[in-house]
């Protein structure tokens, strides 16, 4: 793999500066290589562990016109035309914290026979994803709940509102505070990066 980046506090600033224009800018130039690098350096480990070609994808937010991102990412899928529509993986950062997900979204026409297959196998996702994994329904809000705080009963729920609302979305990973020493450490990124992907497979296989 090549060498991955690390990520100090004012990666994390970027998300703190007013206005559009002002934030794209920093955004573009201090934060979006190191996706670029990220996503680059794990295609051939994702693709040898998804037992097929995986594409990075990074965040353009070329949709925006008025409003500051509050977020930004990197995601790899198996189509090298985009990942919304597919279950993915991501890499992104939050003013407060960097994430690493699997992630399925509204756009994803998945999502029902996932949640169907998801439910029937409750049981065995719960010994599969660690307690301190995230489990969250909205891929546009920061806050979670981590699964040792999730009972099967609300889990079940948030898989048959994936199920049911079309706007419902299922994302599940971990979480690193900003200040998280991990972060200036390439070494440990990579393999934070490997293991989490790797915890979260049984998901997406489920999803294909």
Known sequence: MASM?????????VFTIPGLEPRMKALIERVRPKLHQIG??????LSAACGEPMFPHVAKHARRSVHPPQDTWVAWSSSKRG????PHFQLGLWSTHLFIQFAIIYE????VAFA????DQLADIRKRIPDGYFWSGDH?????TLGRDLSDEQLKALLERLRTVKKAELLCGIELKRD???????KALEGLL?????????LYRMAL
């Open 40 to 45: 680059d350096s794990l295609v051939p480990w």
């Open 83 to 86: 990942y919304k529509a597919l």
């Open 140 to 144: 546009m809000d920061p806050s979670f």
């Open 108 to 111: 994803c026409d998945r999502k």
């Open 180 to 186: 998280d020493a991990r972060l200036n450490d390439p």
């Open 194 to 202: 490997e293991s989490t992907f790797e915890t979260v497979m049984p």
């Open 5 to 13: 980046p690390t990520f100090q506090s004012q990666d994390f600033d």
């Open 116 to 119: 169907e297959h998801a439910i």
